[in-house]
């Protein structure tokens, strides 16, 4: 039967009904109004900081780096005001829409355009991506002027890292360049995803990057919902890192390194007192500023097909055999085990040992250990060795720093090898045999030096104590301890190096063209292949023997010692005229200069002109239009090999440091080791 429904029924239906909806109603006004009481007591801080980020962007800034001082404190790297412009990848709306109109505004080529959109698409996303460094201002302001358009693009003004004398100084200060996506993983901080830091890729720079590095300023700009600038609000300055001092003569190291010329190899020149090390240079060698700005693929590309291997540092890391050099610390390994050094031998043109005949590179009839070492006759070397036994003259060769590593701020360095018999036992799983004996007398066989390792050698000759090799300048002096040779074996080994140069000896041009300073030294040539490929002096240049001289001056007191190596130079007269040069500058700068101008006007220029010239071929022979070289930046004056003259002038040798010697014996004309 169906309700009847009367209005006082309909009333009380919709009161109860009323008063449900009122009161879900009356619920969800009180759960707002907590909700509102609490976001506005308990959350304000929160919302207030969230709501000033909206109106308050705050970015980091990169921290200027500390310079890198050469022993005098002018800069080897430095920094300079530079407008630059980034990209953050993960916020570029349309990524080759962006990079059309940069390379318009920026005028770049299309090499250019195309080595962005590589570096763009190997990005991490949100870390920058440098675009252009070193703009003038015209065109950084055309860009910042279309940030609205170009949503992820950057413009800022910074600092940038520059390096005066370029080439000269990249395989021993390395470069620095934008954190790789390996570098953020192991160390994420915010600093590495901030557009225009860079850190240290390879030597120095490397090696010292939380030393150079310094801490991050900071900057708070208020800006508009599209992200439009509206003005500066705060700025914490950047702390700039500390300056690492370095042991190297800045012009000596651009001397040394432009003096290299056309050749491949490695000058080293280290104090004999103090173990500083004074010169490393490396040839051919790239220019780090090119690496810091963002190498191309065309420069890159000419850099890694060069045969000559620029992005090897030959000081550290280049091994070769040591050829003759070796002869005056074998001498002195003789020596102490017994070996009268006025006992003679017969060297007619080779020495038999055994039931074969071992070929001399002359025929020196009688010979004593003098002569071995002026007239670098093999004989001696073979004959001596035998009686010895070559075990007891690699440990010798070890104390003189031969296989061994130094403590050195470097990434890595190369051991080389001094081989003995148990060192082949151990390698090859056979007995040492005579003929090892033989080929590892004179430097040649499993021998394998680096050129620091073959300085080292010399100054310890020089010196008779074991002087270690550094780098970083101090205030407190080294002491090295005595190797135990007497003063008359030292001296003795000195005379006979000094007559190398200044007497009957094998490098008569490598003499100093100063009268009050001798230079003594010890030609090599180091074979690379068998006769019967090539004779070591003409041919492909692979084929052709490595040159090596090493040296001290002055002979009767040494101060500095060094050694050069010369990759297929044809032999060792490919070595020493180098070393000439380079200790001719050190004591008399002007006329080092003057031998090194009319070389480098032969040669097409310094080594970065040359550098310069090479890149403009190869980019030429690729297609490539480039843009003019930059002109030349002032401060390089402070550290380039010029500046030693134009601040010294021509001043003689310092002669209260050398005790002159009297007039040197004739020589005899230059010959091969």
Not at 158 to 167: I, L, N, W
Request: glycine letters at 10%; hydrophobic letters at 35%; a negative charge.
């Amino acid at each position: 039967m169906d309700r009847k429904l009367t209005s006082n029924s309909l009333k009380q239906t919709f009161d109860r009904r009323s008063f449900v909806v009122g009161s879900i109603q009356g619920g969800i006004g009180l759960l707002l109004a907590a909700r509102m009481g609490y976001i506005a007591v308990a959350e304000n801080e929160k919302y207030e900081m969230e709501a000033e980020s909206n109106r308050v962007n705050l970015t980091l800034i990169p921290p200027r780096r500390g310079w890198i001082l050469d022993r005098n404190g002018s800069p080897l790297a430095s920094n300079r005001a530079d407008f630059r412009v980034d990209i953050i990848p993960e916020r570029l709306e349309d990524p080759d829409a962006t990079v059309d109109m940069l390379a318009e505004l920026l005028d770049f080529t299309e090499p250019e355009k195309a080595d962005l959109r590589d570096r763009l698409e190997e990005s991490r996303g949100f870390a920058a991506v440098p675009v252009a460094n070193g703009l003038d201002y015209e065109k950084f302001a055309a860009v910042s002027v279309r940030i609205p358009e170009l949503p992820g693009v950057i413009p800022q003004r910074g600092y940038s890292r520059f390096y005066p004398t370029g080439a000269s100084v990249g395989h021993l200060l390395g470069y620095v360049g934008a954190p790789s996506r390996e570098e953020y993983d192991a160390d994420p901080q915010p600093l590495l995803l901030t557009p225009g830091f860079k850190l240290g890729k390879d030597g120095i720079e490397q090696q010292f990057e939380q030393q150079l590095r310094g801490e991050p300023g900071a900057r708070r700009v208020e800006v508009t919902a599209s992200g439009r600038i509206v003005r500066d609000l705060e700025t914490r300055e950047d702390v700039q890192g500390d300056a690492v001092h370095l042991t190297i003569d800045g012009p000596l190291q651009d001397y040394a390194a432009r003096r290299l010329g056309l050749e491949s190899g490695s000058v080293v020149v280290m104090d004999c007192v103090t173990g500083e090390l004074l010169c490393m240079a490396s040839m051919p060698s790239f220019d780090p500023n090119s690496f810091s700005d963002g190498i191309g693929r065309v420069e890159f590309a000419m850099l890694r097909e060069n045969d000559r291997v620029p992005l090897r540092n030959k000081t550290l890391k280049g091994l070769y055999p040591p050829g003759s050099t070796v002869k005056p610390m074998h001498s002195m390994a003789f020596m102490h085990e017994g070996v009268d050094p006025s006992e003679s031998i017969v060297c007619g043109g080779g020495r038999r040992i055994g039931n074969r005949f071992f070929n001399c590179w002359s025929n020196h009839g009688t010979v004593d250990m003098a002569k071995a070492i002026y007239q670098s006759c093999d004989s001696y070397y073979y004959h001596f060795a035998q009686q010895v036994g070559f075990d007891k003259v690699a440990a010798y060769a070890r104390q003189f720093g031969l296989g061994q590593q130094f403590d050195l701020p470097v990434a890595s360095q190369f051991y080389g090898t001094v081989p003995d018999p148990a060192w082949k036992l151990e390698k090859y799983g056979r007995e040492w045999q005579p003929y090892d004996t033989v080929n590892a007398s004179i430097g040649q066989g499993y021998y394998l030096t680096s050129p620091l390792q073959l300085a080292v050698m010399t100054a310890r000759i020089a010196t008779g104590m074991s002087v270690n090799p550094s780098l970083i300048k101090s205030a407190t002096a080294p002491q090295f301890r005595s190797m135990d040779y007497r003063q008359d074996e030292i001296d003795y080994v000195r005379q006979a190096m000094s007559d190398v140069v200044n007497g009957p000896g094998t490098a008569g041009r490598a003499r100093l063209p100063l009268e009050d300073v001798l230079l003594a030294g010890k030609t090599g040539t180091a074979q690379v292949v068998s006769l019967s490929v090539s004779d070591g002096r003409s041919g492909p240049w692979k084929y052709r023997d490595h040159g090596l001289f090493v040296f001290f001056a002055p002979f009767d007191n040494p101060r500095y010692a060094g050694a050069v190596v010369i990759e297929h130079g044809g032999g060792s007269g490919s070595a020493y005229p180098v070393a000439r040069d380079v200790m001719t500058f050190l004591l008399d700068p002007q006329k080092g200069l003057d031998a090194l101008h009319a070389l480098e006007e032969q040669w097409g220029g310094t080594a970065q002109q040359r550098l310069d010239a090479q890149y403009q071929a190869y980019a030429a022979a690729a297609g490539v239009d480039l843009p003019p070289a930059p002109p030349p930046v002032t401060l390089a004056e402070q550290v380039d090999a010029e500046a030693r003259a134009a601040y010294s002038g021509p001043e003689e040798a310092d002669s209260t440091v050398f005790a002159p010697r009297g007039e040197a014996n004739p020589r005899s004309e230059e010959s091969s080791t």
